[in-house]
């Protein structure tokens, strides 16, 4: 089992930033690929930036893509979102997410990850 709970969300001004973290506990963290996702009010959850179990690979959903930036610190079981120049339409709950550690690359599909946390609440003002 993966136990993991993110934090860093809150409000700021279009244009702002904020890192998101995702503090993982259970089973060998650094064999899991990872994933953020988001759930904006009325709409599905969409991915956002995921990250190979190394770190090695990495991979965005077009509106990320360039603002986003996805890490992780295997040492300190974290996984990390850089969002700049934050826009209103990133207005969304974030959520991040694990694979089982049988796959080593992350994956756009959220129906391939396998635990999740409670998410973070992310507002962007215009």
């Known amino acids: 089992q993966v136990q993991l709970v993110e934090s860093g969300g809150g409000l700021v001004q279009a244009g702002g930033s904020l890192r998101l973290s995702c503090a993982a506990s259970?089973?060998?963290?650094?064999?899991?690929?990872m994933g953020w996702f988001r759930q904006a009010p009325g709409k599905g959850r969409e991915f956002v930036a995921g990250?190979?179990?190394?770190?090695?690979?990495?991979g965005y959903a077009d509106p990320a893509s360039g603002r986003f930036t996805i890490s992780r610190d295997n040492a300190k079981n974290t996984v990390y979102l850089q969002m700049n120049k934050l826009k209103p339409e990133d207005t969304a709950v974030y959520y991040c997410?694990?694979?089982?550690?049988?796959?080593?690359?992350?994956?756009?599909?959220?129906?391939?990850?396998?635990?999740w946390g409670q998410g973070t609440q992310v507002n962007v003002s215009s």
């Open positions: 997410a694990a694979r089982y550690f049988v796959y080593s690359d992350w994956s756009a599909r959220d129906y391939e990850y396998h635990y």
């Open positions: 259970g089973r060998a963290f650094s064999n899991n690929p």
């Open positions: 990250i190979s179990n190394t770190g090695g690979t990495t």
